[in-house]
């Protein structure tokens, strides 16, 4: 076991392969292996891997579905406690991206011989934090030495079968709604190569850190029409917007010019600051996605950026959008409207 001197000379994400690319399979590689698996599944089973979904729903009675989700990674940031807040506040959102409300969570927890305890108490209090400020308690979980450290969330949720939000309901003529900006993939890989600025660190880390709570509960409220939604993670913008037109059979049309970013991240991407899990995304989406003739390949990769606890992603009417922009705006929320969703073969369209 280190001593506390040598913990401080090492850097939390040193230890990580996959620092600021969540280490998920690759999209197509994942869609393979699942594709060959057979499942066997009831009618009570209302959601599950087929539509590449944020979590599973099981109807438990006519009133009541769980929803269940879990989610971990190595380190995207030194910091221990935001470390865990980050990864906590991760899991908990594919729980509201599907309108539900999470009941409790369990830890997941992989650990190294070579840092102390302390910095697992940390990674632990970081994501407890984030836990209560979603006002659930962890009541359990499950730890693994690793040599290299991970982090996260089994989380539990409740849901009325009939108000599920899935990713794979939009219809033509919905608008595209994103409640946060694309480029913490690449932030925080500047982060980890030491060239991201004290600001953009300090803004990339508290939206990696904030709940999608308030955005969930809005498009959970019934206030207005909610066709589809999704978080945008580890498979970027362009990965998640492809699924959620695949499973609609759906195409979308996207302007460049009003995808909010983070300020500095067009930049570092166009200095090549880009991680391996954006590149795989971009590759993976390339032959569904129309680009403008001409778009540097380094938007193409902050569009494709793969992102941690990224922003809610929803298909809403267009008569119902301004009143969802307002009810957004209202909790806190500066969410843009992206694009439309129209008729045709699955896929995107970026027009700008």
Request: proline share 6%; aromatic share 4%.
């Amino acid at each position: 076991m280190a001593d506390a001197k040598s913990v401080k000379r090492l850097r939390l994400t040193e230890l990580s392969h996959c620092a600021g690319c969540a280490a998920k399979l690759r999209a197509g590689d994942l869609q393979k292996i699942l594709g060959g698996l057979k499942s066997s599944r009831g009618p009570q089973a209302l959601v599950g891997f087929n539509t590449n979904d944020d979590a599973a729903v099981y109807r438990l009675t006519p009133g009541l579905a769980v929803v269940e989700t879990v989610d971990f990674f190595p380190p995207v940031v030194d910091d221990p406690f935001q470390f865990g807040a980050i990864a906590a506040a991760n899991a908990l959102s594919d729980i509201y991206a599907m309108g539900a409300k999470p009941l409790f969570a369990l830890n997941l927890v992989g650990f190294p011989d070579s840092l102390p305890m302390s910095v697992l108490s940390k990674i632990l209090a970081g994501g407890q934090s984030k836990v209560d400020e979603a006002g659930i308690s962890i009541l359990g979980g499950h730890s693994i030495r690793d040599p290299e450290p991970k982090y996260g969330l089994a989380v539990t949720g409740v849901v009325d079968p009939k108000k599920v939000l899935t990713n794979a309901g939009a219809k033509p003529g919905d608008v595209l709604l994103l409640t946060k900006p694309l480029g913490t993939g690449i932030a925080t890989t500047a982060i980890k190569r030491g060239v991201a600025s004290k600001q953009l660190s300090k803004r990339v880390i508290a939206l990696m850190s904030t709940l999608n709570r308030a955005s969930g509960e809005v498009f959970a409220s019934g206030k207005f029409k909610v066709n589809a939604l999704t978080d945008v993670t580890g498979y970027g913008l362009l990965g998640h917007l492809l699924e959620m037109m695949t499973g609609a059979k759906t195409r979308a049309a996207v302007d460049l010019e009003r995808i909010p970013l983070i300020a500095d991240v067009p930049g570092l991407a166009e200095a090549g600051v880009v991680p391996g899990g954006t590149k795989s995304n971009l590759e993976h989406v390339k032959k569904k996605v129309r680009f403008p003739k001409g778009l540097p390949e380094a938007i193409q990769w902050v569009l494709a950026d793969a992102q941690t606890n990224g922003g809610l992603l929803a298909s809403v009417p267009a008569r119902d959008a301004l009143k969802a922009l307002k009810a957004l705006e209202k909790v806190g929320v500066d969410a843009a409207l992206i694009g439309e969703v129209q008729a045709g073969r699955p896929g995107i369209d970026i027009i700008g």
